[in-house]
Structure formats: C-alpha cells, structure tokens
C-alpha cells in the first residue's frame, strides 16, 4: 500500500471543537440542506467531511476536468491522490506523452514550472495548496494565481512559458462541487491523451493507497498576477482593440451591465479596461460581486434565467448604445445581451465570425461543436470561409488554435457559451467574449440585436434549441452509442423523414458526435447518446420557431427506435 504526504490547513481541529456535535451523516445530506435553507453556517461541517472522509471515488475527467461534490468525492485526500498521479504522469518517460504535454523531459518541467489557481469557490485556497505541497516534494517551481479564472491561466502559461497548470475550479457546476482543471505547456485543455493517462493512475492510486500524510507547512511559491498578464497577452496578440474598447466606454452614450454571479471574473473588466475605474457605477455597472458560496442559491451559470436581471436594467437604461453580459464563476462561459433581446452563443459565434472577417479582416476557417447553429454555415458558405464541425468538447478545436495550425481559426465556439479565436487562448473565454462584444458595437455602430437583425437578413435564419431524455440505465457508456450510432445506416443521405406532416429529404448526415441529420429545408437535428450516463441529448434548429417542437419529436421518436432495436 502507498503512503504520501500532502498540504494540511491548520485550522479543522479548532473549528470543529467550536461547533459541537456534528448532526449529519455524510456531506450530501449536508449539502442538502444548505442549498434548500441557504445555510452557509453549515459549511463548516462540509470541511470536515473534506478532511476526514477518507473514502475513494472514482475519476473521470469529462470535457472540463474533474468534477466532484465537496466532502464526498471532491475531499482532501482525493485532491491529493489526483495530484500524485498528476506528478507521476509528468514524471513518466514517455515519448508521445511528453510530446503531448509540451516539454521534453522531468528536468525541464520542473524549471519552467506549474501554475496553480483556483476560483471563488468553497475550499478552493486550500484545494489548491493541496495541489502545491504534493507537486513541491520534487522541487517543481510553483506560481500561485490565487483567485483566478480559467482564459487568465491559460494566457499565463504563454507569458510565463510554464509546462502546464491546475486549476480548481467545476466550472459552472452548483455550488455543492469543485474540479480540477488540467491544462498543458500550450494553454488549452487537455485532450484525452493526458486525461486518459492521468485517470488510469489516479484510479490505481485510489484503490491502493492506504494512508495519506500532511504536510504541515505551505511549500513556497511565487506569486503571479494572472490578471495583469492576461492583459499583456491581449496587447501583444492583438485580437481585439483594448484601445477601441476604452475610447468606446470614454466617449459614447453607452451603458455596459456585467453579471459576475460571484464568480471570480469580479474585478477583471475593471482592470482590464483602464478607462473603466471612472466609468463604474455610471457606464459600467458590476452585478454580484460580493463572496457567496452559495452563489445567491442558483446554479451558476450564463442562463437565460439568470440573465433576467441584466435585461431588466438595459431596458430601464435611455443609453444610445446598451450591452449586457453574464459570466460563469471561472470565466469560460458567457451569454450576452441588449435592450431588445437576449443573444446566446449560437448567434453570437456567428456574429464574431462575420465581424473579425469582414471588418478586421482576418482569414482563415470556422471551428464550432456539431451541435451548434448553422447559421454561421450560412454566413461562412457566402462568405467562402471552410467550416470544420468537431465532436463536443473545447479541447476538440485545438488543431485549430495552435500557433502553427495549418488551417487557423478565425473564431471557435460552440453552442454551450464557449468561445475563443484565432492568436488568442485555447481555452474558451469569457472575458474575451465580453470585450470583442463592446468592440463588435464600437465599431459597428450598432447595439447586438440590430447587427444580428441585419446579418439575418442577409444570411438566413435560425431557430436553435435542445432537450433530451433518460433511458434505462443498463445502456448506459457504448451500448448506448452503438444503439444510436445504428441511425445512420438506416437513414441514409437521401431518405424522406417526416417532420411534422412534411416529407423531407436527409440532405447531409454528420456523425462524429452522434448523429446529426440536415434536411432539405436547411433545419437539422442531432441525437447524441451521453458517454457516462443513461441520457440522450437533442440538438434541433428549425427555419421557423413553430417547427421545433416537431424536430424534438422526430428525435425522440428515433431515439426510441434505435433503443428498442437488437
């Protein structure tokens, strides 16, 4: 049996001798109830389940990272066993590995160094000095980010040439979870050729390890300002015109409203836009800045819910000019919006296409998820821009986000409000997104909607949406992709289907996600089977809003076929 060491914060024992007796069985049943009650005084009980629960869990690292509830998977000990098989695969010999991570060899690793943060989350300073004290016994250099967001470490292992780094943080998960993300020398998410590597020795390590130890001091470190060298990464790449952003907010009747949820994009565009500091409060209101772990009881993410209260003031506003935006907790997410209407992804990505193409003048292909609008497939066929669809999942467009990318993104996004461009950050960005938005309306002369309205007019329109449903769960993993995969033989290019009373031909069949279905009126629909879990997801867009409800109809009526079939 194994036996480690790893960082121990000091102060448990002490907080816990001052609550008492402990009244709850295990973490989720905590969690329970203070999610239901908004009890934060509870999460001390939380900690302790982090600290003492000794149980192992399983990893899997999904698109993002992996995710875990605080106290019940996501404990100290766990933290620490990923953290151990994080530094074994950094450690390992191994040609095509390293060539993956970005550095030639242990020795190199150690010198460039790694770069540790984490988000506003519960936990997270003493999750990632977790991290710190298992990577400090083999004398890595450390860079602590502190309070940081995603897009910001990753333009900080470019600045810093670091080898890699490790964020904690779930994303927009609830309140009741933490992550960790990994992310190699080149900035981007890792692919699953690191992933698949780091989950094999983290789920050894967790069934063999016996004992873990902690250390009892803070290894040392440097600390880095991950906001002031994402801003240095912005001048020097140059994708979007800090300039015109400032002299936009400085001169024009404008009113910018940036939802924060509590997350840790709080503080960014403040210093970020030099102008801003002057301008909050008048221009530039900050919504939900103050610490909640809890996050005001909602789910933290750029919803169309959660927007409600940034559309509320855009239209109580009389600014000639009016923007609004939602971020997730560690920034990689974001929806946006103006006086007339809420703009998701799907219509924003095509939007950055067509301004970064035809008014910066920036060439090259366009990268979305398979499940995302084809409104920009209309833009970009016009245009002549190639599109490449890939599976879902960020780290699927970094072949086209690499400095020597033999076909260069001009801009990457998909459907789940991520988006990145070309010369930027391989991870998907939020604080990018909100800055191209205000130069797209600089520049333009036009608020969000009415440039939509105008490329719509041009180029077609879209209705997009999705659902999905829950089958029995011993079809959970492969069985389930198999059953849906057998889709596409039985409706070839070609065959008639029925879609609300009206036979339509399958024009093009997509299938490196799924299945996705184009028909001859330019709607489509995708079926695509989770890879751990017993759901199937649908994705549809309708060329008329009445016709979605028959698309999710067609996608449920072969879904249920398919799962019968054999």
């Known amino acids: 049996m194994l036996k480690y060491s790893i960082f121990f914060y000091p102060g448990l024992k002490e907080i816990v001798s001052k609550e008492g007796k402990v009244q709850f069985r295990n973490a989720e049943e905590c969690w329970r109830v203070i999610q239901g009650e908004l009890k934060r005084e509870l999460l001390v009980h939380i900690e302790r389940f982090a600290r003492e629960n000794s149980s192992p869990t399983r990893v899997v690292f999904g698109t993002s990272g992996w ?16 953290s151990e098989a994080i530094l074994n695969i950094l450690k390992r010999d191994d040609e095509p590995l390293r060539k993956a991570l970005g550095f030639r060899d242990f020795d190199e690793l150690k010198k460039r160094g790694v770069i540790i943060g984490h988000d506003n989350r519960f936990l997270g300073p003493e999750f990632a000095k977790t991290v710190m004290g298992v990577l400090a016994r083999e004398g890595i250099r450390l860079y602590f980010a502190g309070e940081t967001t995603t897009p910001e470490i990753s333009a900080s292992i470019e600045m810093l040439h670091a080898g890699c780094s490790i964020n904690i943080t779930p994303s927009h998960n609830p309140s009741n979870y933490s992550g960790l993300k990994f992310n190699p020398a080149d900035g981007g998410p890792a692919g699953p050729e690191i992933t698949e590597e780091i ?86 209101l900050l919504l939900r800045t103050e610490d909640d772990y809890l996050f005001g009881g909602v789910a933290p993410e750029p919803s169309e819910k959660n927007m409600q209260n940034v559309v509320r003031l ?93 076909e260069k993104a001009i801009v990457a996004f998909e459907e789940s409000d991520g988006i990145t461009a070309g010369n930027h950050t ?141």
């Open 67 to 82: 995710r875990g509830e605080i106290g019940t998977d996501f404990t100290f000990r766990n933290v620490g066993i990923v």
């Open 199 to 284: 989950e094999k020795e983290a789920n050894h390590l967790m069934e063999t390890t016996e004992e873990v130890h902690f250390q009892e001091s803070t290894p040392a470190y440097e600390q880095i300002d991950t906001t002031e060298l994402y801003r240095e990464f912005l001048l020097r790449q140059g994708v979007v015109s800090l300039e015109r952003v400032e002299e936009f907010l400085e001169r024009e009747d404008c009113l910018v409203v940036v939802d924060h949820v509590h997350g840790a994009t709080r503080g960014r565009p403040e210093r970020l836009i030099r102008t801003a500091a002057d301008l909050t409060g008048k221009k530039l």
């Open 314 to 406: 855009l239209r109580e506003s009389n600014a000639k000019f009016r923007l609004g935006v939602i971020m997730d907790p560690d920034g990689d997410r974001i929806r946006f919006a103006d006086q007339r209407m809420q703009i998701p992804m799907n219509y924003f990505g095509a939007m950055a296409l067509h301004f970064l193409h035809k008014y910066k003048g920036v060439n090259g292909v366009v990268v979305k998820s398979v499940g995302t609008s084809n409104f920009v497939n209309a833009i970009a066929a016009k245009e002549g821009i190639p599109v490449r669809e890939t599976k879902v999942g960020f780290k699927n467009f970094r072949p086209y986000l690499l400095p020597d990318a033999r």
């Open 426 to 566: 391989l991870e998907k960005d939020a604080l990018f997104g909100l800055l191209l938005a205000i130069e797209m309306v600089a520049t333009t002369g036009k608020n969000l909607s009415d440039y939509l309205t105008e490329l719509m007019d041009r180029y077609g329109y879209y209705y997009p949406d999705r659902s999905g449903v829950e089958v029995d769960r011993s079809l959970a993993g492969e069985t389930l992709r198999m059953k849906i995969s057998s889709l596409a033989d039985e409706y070839s290019v070609g065959s008639i289907i029925n879609v609300g009373g009206r036979s339509l031909k399958i024009v093009d069949q997509i299938t490196v996600d799924g299945v996705k279905f184009v028909l001859e009126d330019g709607s489509w629909f995708m079926i695509r089977p989770s890879g751990t879990e017993p759901k199937v997801r649908f994705y549809i867009e309708a060329r008329d809003p009445e016709e979605k409800r028959a698309l999710f109809s067609v996608a449920e009526t072969l879904t249920k076929e398919a799962v019968k079939s054999g």
